[in-house]
């Protein structure tokens, strides 16, 4: 598929899901919508790029509007603002894409498919409205199966939300892969939903049906792989989530766990008043509470350092997290995941 | 109010809610409607009531159906059938309850609300149908506050499913409201929100919303009460429902909790491959969850035991549980609640 990706304004820095696409995903990006970025440019002849801010993904023209995108299958909403609602300023690309006979992809809280406009264009176009965030009519309470599963089940926590855990299960999975593991990808988020085409919003499941979902996924792809690398979310102790990272830690069943930190935070990202727990006892509160459910440790760690300059106080920080929960930690972005290939396999 | 109570072919031993609000409900209940009971009566003129079956609630006729029920205000679903459907051998006396012009009050998954006969009877008649179930449309995000308010909050906690929480909060509701304490109910589950006449059910929520529904209630009612008792579910370690149980605990952060078991339980109720924690185990883990976000201790236990003949080997069973969890622990139905009310106080 070929995919244009709006980010209006919010791109590279606030625009997960769009550079979680342009990094991971097996798509072709054929264009980024950001109007701020375009227009910003003195010299539109030459036009702004992908790679003029992130080198390390694939490249692909940053443009105004979809009437600057060549020919694609699908445009994405790439950006996800606080509230999940449907900015207006976006109607015209959407209508746009709809009128080119292109589907849509979103995972805003607010449905496209229940747009009266959208809903008709894309039914008069005959395209895909595809709401990420909406979870299965079907879902119900989990039967207790995924500790029979053949395959070895890997899920990241984290000691905190918005540590890197999407990121460091697609790093471990590109270098399991590497090193010849029969490995898959479990989503359980809007971004890893739309690079893996596949997948169950966890978060906005009912919760007495989020262990539900979660097993749903495991059972339907265990008979493929050897391994499954389910994308954890949130944190155990997190005042808002943890029933979100509850459900995902006893419907998968894992048999290992990765635990995911970003280095120097101390706080919970946005509700600065609580403390995060240390990463040793971290560790040992999920291992508690796995264990009634079915025995997990934790095998290794995934730090993201990007606020560390120095390489060597980068590899510092992370034999300091090692040690704490006696495991092998690494940057899988800035180093690589291979100790956690190891640890897992 | 006066009610009704639909739970035919259940009454009492499958009818959870029309056995609750029995016992614990503020309002009359002017009939059971039972038509195995009321049929199976030879003595048709004396008639079956509820104090043939329950002795220790209020009493009511048991009848065949809705044409049998002297005036009331509203007739309740009284009973969950396992999927939580609607049986269309019900239809009649709903349907003569709207004609009536009373309200329906239903904690089914079917939503009466959106069944086109009821809806248009219910518009006619001038009736409301009250869907317990449905949370809710404008949840959002805990905002992590509940550990401010002024009221002190105790939450009942589970070694699993079914072991008497909703039971056993509102027997210590009762026992501390004797003892001169300004106390209030947070219903959590469909049966404790028709008791209360008001609630969230927290097992329906977007999974992403369940500490914040939680924190919602409280901070609605910490004004009014100097304590507030929140009503659990699940288990922590529960295989499916573990998400509802965490979202409960870090959304409520309780300055007690209180750990409910029923004797002689050992493996996950419908669940017969995962065995419980052992009560200490579990209460140490509740902790160990609680301490980071809000810390908080097994102030007490309360132990279902019924299933012991005796009373004095009932006695030597809270002495083991109560040793066990280093706190009081008593049967608040089978002897009282005074040492869990002194355990808060």
Redesign the interface.
Known sequence: MRLAVLAHGKFPDDAKTAVGLLRYGDHDVAAVLDRDLADGRSDAAAGARVSDYLPDVQDAPVVAGIDDVPEIDALVIGIAPIGGGFDESWRDDVRGALSRGCDVWSGLHYFLSEDEEFARLADEHGCELWDVRRPPADLT????VARDLDATIVTTVGTDCSVGKMTATLELLEAARDAGLNAGFVPTGQTGIMIEGWGIP???????F???AVERMLVERAAEYDYLLVEGQGS????????????I??GS?PDHLVLCHEAGREVVHG?E?????EPGAAAA?YE??AE??HPAEVVGGAVNTAGIADDGAAREALADFGDAIDAPATDPVRFDADDLVEAIR
Do not use: K, N, Q, W
């Not at 966890?202 to 007495?208: M, Q, V």
């Not at 155990?236 to 459900?247: E, L, M, Q």
């Open positions: 309470v989990a039967e207790g966890i978060d906005r499941t009912i919760s007495d989020t262990a539900g155990i102790v997190h005042p808002a989530y943890s029933a979100v990272t509850c459900g830690l006893h069943m509700y008043a609580f403390d995060l727990l509160l508690s509470l009634p459910v």
